[in-house]
């Protein structure tokens, strides 16, 4: 259990020493130097009081008992933060998280270096990650590589701190400026309703007040003991007592009856509302506070946490009512809430009691008691908000915000992804123009590289993949899959790609560590480096190296998912792309050298060691088309294509296998080249001899190309 959760348990107050664990223990006294001890609150245990000595200096909290968000990881991460009494978050850092990228990738330090920059600032401002500071907003620098991670971060930390702050008084919770547009009450429906159907749907409530209830609210306090009831009539009703909104004509005017109803509606000015309360028992609601001061001390509406007390004036005594069902309820009275406390009728609001009790000759002692109420929605209606933009985003689930913000990379990942489907459908037409087609190829490779991966780090990895499945056996929810918009897009482009095409189409084209290998061979082939090729005996071996190291990370995962992770460190991915080579000599070293070895053999890691092209291969048996066209020749007796294919994809017997293609389309530059494949050769000399006149049918020599 988390360390705040079992110390809420603790009822008596405890020393810092002993606070658990030390990183939190570390936060508070990096934050506020000064706390000596803590204690939880009594109304809600999950936050701690921080005391210097007797002093009450902030209140510290865990954000995990408060919002459980999903991070990149589809688990929640848990923060400490620290507040001060004026509402300042003092400290804030995560102490807790199951994130990849900062698991092995990115130092911790940097994590603690962005949430650094939350202190100073207020529990009620709104903060976002990235672009410029406003008067409407603070921006705080993100983290390069973990944007969805440091957002969620984000998230919770100013979520929970407006959350604490507006429940501990400290900031205002729901501001006048964020309330919804106010209802408006619906003045000419009316239905004839009784008593019993009026307190049945909730027009009327209800709070029955026991003697034995208002004794248990006194206990342990000076007032114990005073006028405490007997234990036979603990039972006995102090106060029962009903409050009812009278502007709702279904209501109003059955309760008061006609002439009654409109003479109270023409006595209210805009703005204004009137509330009936009825009792019956011992205890009145009025008191003699209003006969004395013109206050009654015992009655207040709280709505918004703002209190409404009523005066002499707001008064109207009820001495007539006009239901028949209605028990008999002695004190009844009419309260006018004035236009100054901008009520509104359509939100709850609570009718509260005071009881209060002497404890001396100058001293007392008061509980409050709430009767809540909330107009059933039959009896107004609301117009839609009005809400900037600014305003309309945060007020969407995370990853609608995250989608807003990266409208750029979306389009643009859009436009590609339309590019290469181009590609794909005209393939045929363009592998007949070698030129054009190995320009495209590797124009769209560096975009591939720069953009997809660099810039909006769209890389995909194992990791993925072990996420979706451990989500499919703990609990699938689509929140964790769109919380990265590129990751999502690729995904979903990418399964309909292998199920039409095969891996081979990622793999060759969408993959950003692949474009880096492939475009660093190219430039390692004009520079006149020697190539070499793996025996095709040892190349058919080598396909099961990846096939092995995905059963391992599966197998992991199923135990510990974060030590798959750990272990999918395999992947140079994180290290090359996500990271850019930004991190510590070992994982540099292990991704250069893959990329050295690349300069000599093409592809060496996606061919032999990548588990994700395995994860893609294993259901490219279901493609739906096979567009990589061969002919009866291929592979017997020519066999140019096989000896010409850069990842030996091509078998010697001519045929293509799907599972380790990478979809260059060199085969198809050469497939429709009468200057290049020896069966077009010899068709196209044959029709220039005139062999294919009648009675001259083609004949194909055996060519065998070495």
């Known amino acids: ?379 107004y209606t609301r117009a839609e908000p009005e809400l900037t933009q600014e305003e309309w985003l945060e007020e969407q689930p995370m990853w609608v915000q995250v989608w807003y913000q990266k409208q750029f990379q979306i389009i643009v990942v859009g436009f590609g992804i339309a590019v290469l489907l181009f590609i794909l459908f005209f393939q045929d037409w363009l592998v007949q123009k070698p030129r054009m087609m190995r320009w495209i190829r590797h124009a769209f490779l560096t975009y591939t590289l720069f953009f997809i991966g660099w810039y909006a780090l769209g890389q995909l990895s194992i990791v993925n993949v072990l996420t979706f499945v451990n989500s499919l056996i703990s609990g699938f929810r689509w929140e964790t899959f769109l919380i990265d918009p590129m990751l999502f897009i690729l995904w979903s482009v990418v399964a309909g790609i292998v199920l039409l095409w095969g891996r081979a189409v990622y793999c060759g084209w969408l993959c950003p560590f692949g474009a880096l290998q492939e475009l660093t061979n190219e430039i390692a082939r004009k520079l006149k480096v020697p190539q070499y090729t793996v025996p095709f005996a040892v190349h058919e071996r080598l396909w099961a190296i990846k096939y092995i190291i995905l059963l391992v990370l599966f197998g992991v995962s199923l135990e510990s998912l974060a030590t798959a992770e750990r272990m999918a460190e395999v992947e140079p991915f994180k290290t090359a792309i996500t990271l850019r080579f930004d991190r510590t000599w070992p994982f540099v070293t292990y991704a250069v050298l893959l990329l050295v070895v690349n300069l000599f053999t093409r592809k060496v890691f996606c061919r032999y060691l990548c588990p994700l092209g395995a994860a893609l291969a294993l259901p490219s048996k279901l493609r739906v088309f096979d567009w990589l066209k061969r002919r009866k020749e291929c592979g017997n007796p020519c066999r140019l294509c096989d000896h010409e294919c850069e990842v030996q994809a091509i078998h010697p017997d001519g045929h293509i296998n799907y599972m380790e293609c990478h979809y260059c389309l060199d085969c198809q530059m050469t497939y429709f080249d009468d200057h290049k494949c020896p069966p077009l050769i010899v068709k196209r000399r044959g029709k220039r001899r005139g062999h294919n006149a009648p009675g001259h049918p083609e004949e194909i020599p055996v060519v065998q190309v070495k």
């Not at 729901?174 to 309703?193: I, T």
């Not at 009936?276 to 028992?281: H, I, K, P, S």
């Open 1 to 379: 259990m988390l360390a705040l959760m079992l110390l809420a348990s603790v009822a008596s107050a405890t020393s810092l020493s002993e606070y658990e664990p030390v990183a939190g223990r570390q936060v508070i006294q990096v934050a506020i130097p000064s706390v000596t001890r803590y204690e939880p609150r009594e109304d809600n245990r999950a936050i701690q009081e921080l005391y210097a000595g007797d002093e009450l200096v902030g209140y510290a909290y865990q954000t995990l008992d408060f919002v459980q968000t999903p991070a990149y990881s589809g688990k929640p991460l848990n923060a400490m933060v620290v507040l001060s009494t004026e509402g300042e978050i003092k400290g804030a850092r995560v102490i807790h998280h199951d994130e990849p990228i900062l698991l092995i990738g990115i130092p911790e330090a940097k994590m603690h270096e962005f949430t650094d920059q939350y202190a100073g600032l207020k529990a009620d401002q709104r903060v976002t990650v990235g672009g410029k500071s406003s008067e409407r907003r603070v921006a705080v620098d993100g983290l390069s590589g973990a944007t969805v991670t440091v957002m969620v971060i984000n998230e919770v930390i100013m979520r929970t701190a407006h959350r604490i702050g507006g429940e501990l008084g400290l900031v205002e919770g729901v501001g006048v400026g964020k309330r919804p547009p106010k209802a408006e009450v619906n003045k000419d429906s009316f239905r004839q309703r009784s008593w019993t159907e009026l307190t049945g749907d909730g027009s009327i409530r209800r709070m029955l007040l026991t003697r034995g209830q208002v004794d248990d609210a006194f206990a342990g306090g000076p007032a114990e003991g005073i006028e405490t009831a007997a234990p036979d009539q603990r039972d006995e009703p102090l106060i029962d007592l009903y409050a009812a909104y009278l502007d709702a004509p279904s209501i109003g005017r059955n309760l008061l009856g006609d002439r009654q109803y409109e003479w109270l509606m023409s006595e209210l000015k805009d703005g204004e509302h009137a509330i009936a309360v009825l009792a019956n028992g011992s205890y009145s609601f009025r008191g003699s506070g209003y006969v004395r001061g013109g206050i009654f001390d015992r009655l207040q509406v709280r709505q918004f946490g703002d209190t409404f007390n009523f005066r002499d004036l707001d008064y109207y005594r009820l001495s007539d009512v006009y239901l028949g069902d209605m028990p008999r309820l002695p004190e009844m009275a009419i309260f006018i809430i004035r236009q100054q406390y901008n009520f509104d009728p359509g939100e709850p609001w609570s009718l509260e009691l005071t009881v209060k009790r002497q404890t001396g000759p100058l001293d007392s002692e008061f509980a409050v008691f709430p009767l809540e109420y909330q107009l059933p929605d039959k009896y």
